[in-house]
């Protein structure tokens, strides 16, 4: 069966700090994967989605990057975070024809 | 550019009236349309879908949903609502042309009054 794996869980950085969240798919191959931002009265955003190996398209033009090195690897980063990045950060994937989102547990990161 | 709109933030309902929640999407064609549950410190759940055919669907949990492609509308509903349902409800659209890029709305929190 396909698992979805998001670390950390929590994440307390201070402004100007990098991040790294990393996020892997088990069980599957080829999927497209997600990776979306859930505050307080706006939803889950979707900040950028791959559908394959180095290919990344970018949603909201902002402080983050993101990068598929290998198949079912998805990393989203920033070199120098903001106090506005905090937020609840989910990770997801789906098959190629995109019926069904499976999202990881989540990072709550918080900059400080 | 696809887009969604959950024009209600918050909703509360007695336990056992009916339940209708509002979405709204802006898109070039027929778009995938979805709607994901998300409970108190749970993940999200699909609840239901629409690709194409039967333009009311049945979904898990006893909801349901019809597609109106006149009011470009996708509202969710629920006969008798049971006090489990108290969560966030998020609409989503997906770009049929890509398959890829899925779309949520802002959502709307529904509360069950006792």
């Known amino acids: 069966s396909q698992t979805i794996h998001q670390w950390p869980a929590t994440l307390v950085q201070p402004v100007g700090s990098p991040l790294s969240l990393e996020c892997t798919v088990e069980?599957?191959?080829?999927?497209?994967l997600y990776w979306y931002r859930q505050a307080a009265g706006r939803g889950l955003q979707l900040l950028f989605y791959s559908v394959g190996i180095g290919q990344i398209s970018s949603e909201v033009p902002q402080n983050l990057s993101a990068s598929r090195p290998q198949d079912r690897q998805f990393i989203l980063s920033s070199k120098k975070l903001l106090l506005s990045d905090s937020g609840f950060y989910l990770c997801?994937?789906?098959?190629?024809?995109?019926?069904?989102?499976?999202f990881g547990s989540g990072t709550q990161l918080s900059v400080l | 550019a696809q887009s969604v709109t959950q024009p209600d933030i918050h909703i509360t309902v007695s336990e056992g009236a009916s339940l209708e929640l509002r979405c709204n999407y802006s898109y070039g064609a027929t778009p995938y349309l979805f709607w994901y549950v998300q409970s108190p410190g749970q993940g999200l759940q699909l609840l239901l879908k629409?690709?194409?055919?039967?333009?009311l669907v049945q979904g898990i949990k006893g909801f349901e949903a019809e597609f109106k492609r006149s009011q470009s509308s996708f509202n969710l509903r629920k006969p008798s609502v049971h006090w489990s349902d108290a969560a966030e409800y998020f609409c989503a659209v997906g770009d049929r042309s890509s398959a890829s890029k899925i779309i949520f709305g802002s959502g709307t929190r529904l509360s069950i009054r006792p």
């Open positions: 629409y690709f194409s055919g039967d333009t």
């Open positions: 997801a994937w789906s098959g190629r024809s995109g019926e069904k989102l499976f």
């Open positions: 069980g599957t191959s080829n999927p497209n």
